[in-house]
């Protein structure tokens, strides 16, 4: 499907964004995980986290939809039982590498696969540790895996392990095998990446402790279902956050977003820009930060984004580097070589597209170079089937002269199936 986007101004509107994506996988598989019924709000339709529902329900779990609910009819911490059929998870990086640490402790054998993007995204940075563990994980090639892959569960036992890259899905998939496994588990992370898991999982009766960048991991006997409301997704607010900013004489409200300050960068970065963007009405919610989002139009300055900043930002650098060619000055993207393993090379294909719309953008090896202040002008940009470059594009078009293209648009169903919707109605 493609995708017309022309210029927009004068925005003036009010915001709900759909459930936080890593939020609404976790609640699936710790809910599958615990004991009793864990009730979810707010949970994201979106085809990532349907994938992570089918995988649940191939291991035994009842899940249900409750009119704009989902029900979780969880077994406990040694309820699952053997998948019949190979468990796919379509284009979600998140699910294959949080349920291959669940898998690894499972008394059955279980094969995982995933579409074209999947199958190149590395999987020795889950298989390392997890092998540590005691796990066995066999897929092509031993030393490099990629899906599809087999796991041998196995008893496992709790390691002491440094992050050699900073990934919550690593770090995530190490904890739930730590539910599983003889004696405590420490992780040490590099920088602070999001903690949804040792939120959730906390206020499902885990014992997850954290001391600087040390998390304690130890045992329980069991996890108990609970009530989850899903905040809205920062990763998805980020592209109105940047349309409010950009585009000339808006003010966008964001309603009940997810800012836990393992994700909040992206504010900071555009605070630190000059962007008019402010949070209102904090509470929390299940352990997570929520709040109002309002976002002016401002006048945008360059900056330099890296370090440990770059976990807190990691999926908005898309969006980050458009708002980027609409600042004064130039913005530096640096330390930000994850996005290489991403749906995409995030590097490359938000680099290469941008150059279409004819902004002054360079690639980098770990990041890109910005000279922003031009005009961009519509053009046909392609998504590369990656929901976040779609719709980086899409704002870009939105605030570009003359009219763009998003080729393979329909990608935004992986994280926000309303997008568009939302976009043609502003
Ligand atoms: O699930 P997937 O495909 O990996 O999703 C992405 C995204 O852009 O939506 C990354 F491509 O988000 C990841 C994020 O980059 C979701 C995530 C999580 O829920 O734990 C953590 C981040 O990945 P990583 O590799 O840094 O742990």
Known sequence: MNQIITQKNNIHTTITVPGDKSISH???????????????????????CLSTISCFQKLGIDIQQQSDKIIVHGKGLHGLTAPLETLDVGNSGTTLRLISGILAAQPFCSHLTGDASIQKRPMNRVAAPLRQ????????????????????????????YTLPVASAQVKSAIILASLFAEGQTVIIEPEATRNHTEIMLNHMGADIKKMGNTIYCNPVSQLYGKKIIVPGDISSAAYFMVIGCICKNSTLLLKNVGINETRTGIIDVLKAMGGNIAVQNQSTVNGEKIGDIIVKTSSLQGTVIGGKDIPRLIDEIPVIAVAA??????????????????????????VSELKKFGANITETEDGMIIKGGNPLQGCTAESHQDHRIAMSMAVAGLCAYGKTMITDAECVNISFPNFYDILNNL
């Open 26 to 48: 976790r609640s699936i598989m710790f809910g599958a995980l615990a004991k009793g019924t864990t009730e979810i709000e707010g949970f994201l339709m979106g085809e990532d």
């Open 133 to 160: 563990m005691g796990a066995v994980l066999k897929g092509n090639d031993h030393e490099n895996l990629f899906a599809p892959f087999t796991i041998e569960g196995r008893r496992l036992n709790g390691i002491t």
């Open 325 to 350: 060619c609409f600042a004064k000055g130039t913005t530096v993207i640096k330390d930000a070589q994850e996005l290489k393993v991403k749906e995409s090379n995030r590097i490359h294909t938000v």
